[in-house]
């Protein structure tokens, strides 16, 4: 290139028409390479089905699923399944795929092969394709049917088999969830019986079995007192009746005079004043309705009856006696009534000791649940630390029990086949024109790319090009004056030889032209 040359667009149409043969050279070349190639290449085709991801036709709020990934997670979870020895094999025995191959290749590289012409693709929403690739059409149909049909059945096991093992798995949970609350139970009942009375639930009733014992020992003791003051009464009335019988067997047997019966009536009034001193004493303590009061007036009234009867009974005896006629033997009153205070002596004795008894029962027994009641803080203590155990276990096996029944619902619905299932949107279809190669785009390519060869090669030639080829390149590289110019002149030969390249390239260019369109006319058909 001339140092400081411009071109113009005069100058760039010249430079082309000089190197045209150049420029179609490449082209031509290129143009039959490719035409030689698609020839050669198979066409490849692409079935292709579309699937659609239908949702649980259950609520989700009645009826959670126990499968929450995503559709794309179980699209590449399904997809490295699918896409194993185990599952593409039996396709490619059964469809006899690439027979050639597997006779010179192992199955290996044969089902690696297979892989690498599935392809799955996510489109927009809850949708996926799954497509094959096969030389020929009626097969890369079947086979996107077969794989698509293999996503439909893995998805609805998948789907299964995850419900199932969240409801085994619930199920394991729940056993031993049910086994350690059941020995906590146990030891709680076992805590229960070793402290039975103690617990803090038997607080209250403890309590008021102490106030019932308080009551019935203060009961007892104001029974036994009352019982210990009517001993004391009966056994002096038995020490004064002793006194008058004494007195008695000294005078004369005869009933003529009435010092016994004095005596007897004596001792009877004296026991009779006894005991109204002993009722008015409990009626300044107790109240006219209390039980004892009511005993004391009875005992007062069957002493004054008591009375009554022996003053009547000394009566008559002295009327009907002889003043002259012999005694007659005979048991005296003084003899009777000492005869029944011994017998009531002995009786209030004897109930005494029956009360004293019941007295230290009760007392044994106040001490026990009192000592219970002292207990309860402690057992309170342990009670809730047992109990806040029991509890834990008891929310946690309520928990697991709620999710084991809705994990069993879930894979009904899965067995059912009612929850999320793929279905065929867009079956595969066989396909009437190849995927590729994209014959016109490589022709279109190749012819293109000729072109830029040959371009790039006269850009290269006139940059290593300082020939002058006109006036203006003479003025602008010599800045002289241009005085004359001669033409070109060629001989016989250079014309022989010039036509002879014309020619030639000419059929070369038109021999390839026909070859290309030959090629393209033979595919295109």
């Not at 019988?245 to 004369?252: E, H, K, N, Q, S």
């Not at 300044?284 to 022996?310: C, F, M, N, S, Y």
């Not at 790039?456 to 080829?469: A, Q, S, W, Y």
Request: glycine share 4%.
């Amino acid at each position: 290139m001339l140092p400081g040359k411009r071109y113009t667009i005069d100058d760039v149409t010249r430079i082309a028409w000089r190197g045209k043969w150049i420029i179609l050279a490449p082209a031509i070349v290129t143009s039959v390479l490719a035409a030689t190639y698609l020839r050669f290449v198979p066409d490849v085709y692409r079935a292709e089905t579309t699937i659609l991801v239908v949702a649980q036709r259950i609520p989700g709020d009645i009826v959670r699923s126990t499968v929450t990934s995503s559709v794309q997670d179980r699209l590449r979870s399904i997809s490295q399944q699918i896409l194993s020895r185990t599952r593409l094999e039996p396709i490619v025995l059964d469809l006899n795929l690439y027979p050639e191959r597997r006779q010179k290749e192992p199955m290996e590289d044969t089902i690696a092969y297979m892989r690498d012409q599935v392809d799955v693709q996510t489109l927009r929403g809850d949708a996926f394709s799954v497509g094959f690739y096969s030389e020929s059409p009626v097969l890369a149909q079947q086979v996107a049917e077969r794989v698509a049909s293999l996503f439909i059945d893995e998805n609805l096991r998948d789907r299964e088999r995850q419900a199932e093992g969240t409801s085994q798995f619930l199920e394991s949970e729940l056993n031993e969830a049910r086994q350690k609350l059941i020995e906590h139970e146990k030891r709680l009942e076992a805590y229960r019986l070793r402290h039975a009375g103690e617990l803090p639930t038997q607080a209250a009733s403890n309590f008021q079995a102490v106030q019932t014992l308080q009551m019935e020992a203060q009961g007892l003791n104001d029974s036994l007192e009352r019982d210990r003051d009517r001993r004391l009464v009966l056994e002096r009335a038995l020490t004064d009746l002793s006194t008058t019988g004494t007195t008695d067997t000294t005078a004369t047997t005869t009933r003529a005079t009435t010092p016994a019966d004095t005596a007897a009536q004596g001792s009877a009034a004296a026991e009779l004043a006894t005991a109204r001193e002993s009722l008015r004493a409990l009626k300044t303590r107790l109240t006219p309705e209390h039980p004892d009061v009511q005993r004391g007036e009875r005992i007062v009234a069957e002493l004054e009856r008591k009375a009554q009867a022996e003053q009547n009974a000394m009566a008559a005896a002295a009327a009907g006696a002889s003043p002259s006629g012999p005694a007659t033997p005979a048991i005296s009153p003084a003899e009777r009534r000492a005869r029944d205070l011994r017998a009531e002596l002995a009786t209030v004795t004897a109930a005494i000791r029956t009360k004293e008894t019941r007295l230290a029962q009760v007392q044994d027994n106040l001490a026990t649940y009192r000592s219970r009641l002292d207990a309860v803080p402690v057992r309170e203590s342990e009670m809730t630390e047992l109990m806040r155990d029991y509890g834990t276990l008891q929310t946690g096996y309520q928990s697991l029990l709620a999710k084991r029944q809705e994990a069993e619902i879930a894979s009904n619905v899965e067995r059912r086949q009612v929850g999320e299932q793929f279905r065929v949107l867009d079956p595969a279809r066989r396909p009437e024109r190849p995927y590729s190669p994209n014959r016109p785009l490589v022709q279109a390519i190749g012819t293109l790319a000729g072109f830029a060869i040959g371009i790039g090669i006269i850009l290269l030639m006139e940059v290593r090009d300082r020939t002058l080829h006109k006036e203006s390149d003479v003025l602008e590289a010599l800045n002289l004056p241009v005085l004359a110019t001669v033409p070109r002149m060629r001989n016989a030969d250079e014309r022989r030889r010039h036509l002879r390249q014309v020619i030639g390239l000419s059929s070369a260019a038109v021999a390839g032209i026909a070859v290309a369109v030959a090629i393209a006319w033979s595919w295109l058909r």
